[in-house]
């Protein structure tokens, strides 16, 4: 059982021990649900900088959206799926002449469909 030192970035000051075989198996289980969280977060910020307040409501929607899918996937597969298509595709069509989120839906698709058949 290996220790490691973590530093608190907040405090500046606080570092803890930290046993490895604790936080290696949640690390692996659930790695790729917080990285498509990771990308509802920025959806969510891409909607704050939308043009009209309707492509931010889609946004911000689908952002919240994406942020649950990967944890919502508990309640079912298809659950989780309709999250995910809810938090992509919608702010990815109405948006379509940028580069960008269109790349997230299909990067957070590609994610969490294979996160969600895992996960059911």
Partial sequence: ?????????????????????????????????????????FEILMATSAGSTSTRAIGLVGGAALIAAPWATGRGYRWGL????????????????TVVTPVLAVVALAMGIPLARKLR
């Fill in 1 to 41: 059982m290996s220790r490691h030192a973590v530093a608190e970035p907040s405090s500046g000051v606080g570092v803890a021990p930290v046993t490895s075989s604790r936080t290696v198996p949640a690390g692996r289980s659930w790695w790729l649900a917080g990285l498509v969280s990771i990308l509802g977060m």
């Fill in 82 to 97: 309709l999250l995910l298509l809810i938090g992509t595709v919608p702010f990815a069509v109405v948006t379509w002449w």
